[in-house]
Structures are given as C-alpha cells and as structure tokens.
C-alpha cells in the first residue's frame, strides 16, 4: 500500500517509524514550516523533519493544503491512503479525496469525547482517570468521522500531558500498523460516532497557565500536569511573572481565609488556595534563571507574607 505521512511533532515519531519499518511503501512525508522559536528568533524546524531527513527522507513543508499546486503534487504521488498523526492543521476536502482509502488520523482521546486541539490537556484538567486514543477516518469535520479502532488506558496521576501523549501515541502507532491489513482485506466497518456523547476542547493560550488561589490547590496541581511543557503554570508578584516549575500539595483538606498567601512553614514555602496549600518547590522570576523556592525567599525575603495575584 501506498501510504503518504503527515506529522508535526516529536510524539508523532513513533507512528512515522512503524510505517517506516513497515512492509508499506511510504511515498512522501509532510510536516510543517520551520517556525522561529526561543530569545535569538532562529528558526526551528519540527521534530518529525529532524527525524525523518536524518534517516535521508525528503520532507514537504508547504505553508498550506489548500494550495492547489500542492494538492496536485500529493494527487501525483497517489497515495492509496493519508495517515495523519498531529499535523497541527486541518485536512481540506480536496485533499480527502485523492487517495483511495481516504485519510486516517489518530486522536489522542476517547472519541466522541474532547474533539478538537487539546484533549489530554483537558482531561488532566477535569480530574480523568482514563483516556485512550482513537483511529478514525478523517472526514470534513472537526474530529468527527466514523471510529476505526480505540484502546483505553489509566492516567498515571504523576504523568504531565506531555508524558501522556507520547504514551497514546505511541499505543496509536501500533494499532494504525495492525488495523492496516484489515483496510486492504476489506474486513474494517468504521462506527460513526454517537453525538448525545460529543465533547469539544478549545486551543490552550499562555494564559490559561495563570494560576487563580481562588481555586482550590488539588485543580492547580492539575493545572500544572495539564499545561506541561507548555504553557506552564505562573502567578504574579509585584507585577512580574513568577513561573512555578514544581509544586507539591499541602494538607489539600484545610480550609483557608487567605488564598494567595505566601508563608515559610517547616522550611517549605507554603501558598494557601480556597481549599489546599501548595508547596512551592522551585521557580523562576521572568528575566532569571530557575532557583529553588528557599533560595527564591533568600533573595527576595519579602515574598514571605506576600499575597500573589
């Protein structure tokens, strides 16, 4: 089978191995455009390219799909199927009609729940004990077409949505490779989704990792898995940014009366929510480097009693 790739970032490596090591024949791999990233602007280039030409592929990076010089160069590679794994942009019609097959997407959710660009983000942050991951066949919808397979696995408690999603996707890359026989056989029958159960994410912002201590300390623990690597989670003190980098949770049961509050208690740096404290392991105040929260408190003493934002 002629398959053609389209993935962006480091966890969509293990799916592009698997066709690479594949007995398919893997006619083009598409990710994209460099991008510039960190303090110097240089430009970056997406994980799947640095994997992909270090193994001397060919990468198409074209700036959009809907160019129809590049709908001709994928109708001329004539793909039997599109396997896509992250791609970071949606699939236009056009597109979905040129291979045979039509195109597969692997969807780091249970779906119908959390369609859209962030769900194992949103389920760390609603408190869910599972997920799993969905092979579906891209439609012209949001994440909304028929299910090809699903597994279900258990949140670890400790794992970042990071950690999380390269476990889907790796789990993903082994079901895309087992159900692809059962494409050429003709023995798969996709089961449309049930919309009574349709839940949707919405993109993450930086923002959203601003910490409310209006909320209690088990949801910013939450938050601090959900949002990492990126965004992270922040407050701020005397109008700077202050990211925190770890925390650990602090009698999550006791009521408080003043959420925010900074205090030193057994050596630790404890800041009170509604409901819960938090330990303040270490941070980093925007414009320094990360520190540890004591050595934080050696250096600004006047953070201890403080009332963050």
Same mark, same amino acid.
């Given at each position: 089978?002629?398959?053609?790739?389209?993935?962006?970032?480091?966890?969509?490596?293990?799916?592009?191995?698997?066709?690479?090591?594949?007995?398919?024949?893997?006619?083009?791999?598409?990710?994209?455009?460099?991008?510039?990233?960190?303090?110097?602007?240089?430009?970056?280039?997406?994980?799947?390219?640095?994997?992909?030409?270090?193994?001397?592929?060919?990468?198409?990076?074209?700036?959009?799909?809907?160019?129809?010089?590049?709908?001709?160069?994928?109708?001329?590679?004539?793909?039997?199927?599109?396997?896509?794994?992250?791609?970071?942009?949606?699939?236009?019609?056009?597109?979905?009609?040129?291979?045979?097959?039509?195109?597969?997407?692997?969807?780091?959710?249970?779906?119908?729940?959390?369609?859209?660009?962030?769900?194992?983000?949103?389920?760390?942050?609603?408190?869910?004990?599972?997920?799993?991951?969905?092979?579906?066949?891209?439609?012209?919808?949001?994440?909304?077409?028929?299910?090809?397979?699903?597994?279900?696995?258990?949140?670890?408690?400790?794992?970042?949505?990071?950690?999380?999603?390269?476990?889907?996707?790796?789990?993903?890359?082994?079901?895309?490779?087992?159900?692809?026989?059962?494409? #050429? %056989? /003709? +023995? @798969?029958?996709?089961?449309?989704?049930?919309? &009574? *159960?349709?839940?949707?994410?919405?993109?993450?912002?930086?923002?959203?990792?601003?910490?409310?201590?209006?909320?209690?300390?088990?949801?910013?623990?939450?938050?601090?898995?959900?949002?990492?690597?990126?965004?992270?989670?922040?407050?701020?003190?005397?109008?700077?940014?202050?990211?925190?980098?770890?925390?650990?949770?602090?009698?999550?049961?006791?009521?408080?009366?003043?959420?925010?509050?900074?205090?030193? #208690? %057994? /050596? +630790? @740096?404890?800041?009170?929510?509604?409901?819960? &404290? *938090?330990?303040?392991?270490?941070?980093?105040?925007?414009?320094?480097?990360?520190?540890?929260?004591?050595?934080?408190?050696?250096?600004?003493?006047?953070?201890?009693?403080?009332?963050?934002?």
């Amino acid at each position: 089978m002629r398959i053609l790739f389209m993935g962006s970032p480091k966890f969509s490596i293990p799916v592009l191995k698997n066709l690479i090591d594949s007995q398919h024949d893997l006619v083009a791999i598409y990710t994209k455009s460099d991008k510039p990233a960190g303090r110097g602007n240089k430009m970056s280039s997406p994980a799947i390219k640095l994997f992909a030409e270090n193994l001397d592929f060919k990468v198409h990076q074209p700036s959009s799909l809907k160019d129809p010089k590049v709908q001709e160069e994928v109708s001329q590679l004539n793909p039997d199927l599109i396997v896509v794994a992250a791609y970071g942009k949606l699939i236009p019609k056009e597109l979905l009609l040129i291979p045979r097959y039509g195109c597969w997407n692997l969807h780091p959710s249970l779906l119908p729940e959390y369609r859209g660009p962030s769900p194992v983000v949103s389920a760390i942050l609603d408190g869910k004990i599972t997920t799993g991951v969905t092979l579906m066949q891209i439609d012209e919808g949001l994440d909304t077409g028929p299910i090809i397979s699903q597994e279900k696995i258990e949140i670890d408690m400790n794992d970042s949505a990071g950690e999380c999603t390269e476990k889907l996707f790796a789990i993903g890359a082994k079901m895309l490779i087992k159900n692809l026989p059962n494409l #050429i %056989n /003709g +023995n @798969l029958v996709p089961e449309p989704q049930r919309e &009574a *159960l349709v839940t949707t994410t919405k993109l993450v912002k930086k923002s959203d990792g601003l910490i409310n201590w209006n909320t209690t300390a088990e949801h910013i623990i939450r938050m601090d898995r959900a949002y990492r690597p990126w965004p992270g989670i922040y407050t701020i003190w005397k109008n700077k940014i202050i990211k925190i980098l770890e925390v650990k949770p602090y009698r999550l049961d006791q009521m408080y009366e003043s959420p925010g509050k900074v205090e030193k #208690i %057994n /050596g +630790n @740096l404890i800041v009170k929510t509604t409901k819960g &404290a *938090l330990i303040l392991c270490k941070l980093q105040l925007e414009g320094k480097r990360e520190v540890s929260s004591i050595d934080f408190a050696s250096g600004y003493p006047d953070f201890i009693n403080s009332k963050l934002e």
